[in-house]
């Protein structure tokens, strides 16, 4: 009986040292693959928001017929 007892004691500290090392290891690969790209493409987003004049995309039409003949050449 007790030979059993360091046993059971190093075989339950192996197991929980497993999982503590999986939680690790998911936590870092977490942080590579999914909050690091997230906080990089958000940075992108801001300076390229930014960089970009705002008057790119405001378009004044003096008429419908403007509107309606710029549609139709992007399509």
């Known amino acids: 009986m007790t030979d059993l007892i360091p046993i059971v004691y190093y075989g339950g500290l192996s197991i929980l040292f ?24 958000y940075r992108r ?17 003096d008429t419908d017929d403007e509107r309606a003949t710029l549609e139709e050449q992007l399509y």
Do not use: C, H, M
């Open 45 to 61: 987003g801001d300076s390229r928001e930014n960089e970009r004049d705002p008057d790119d995309f405001d378009y004044d039409y």
């Open 18 to 41: 497993f999982f503590w090392i999986y939680g690790i290891v998911s936590f870092a690969l977490d942080l590579k693959n999914t909050v690091i790209p997230g906080i990089r493409q």
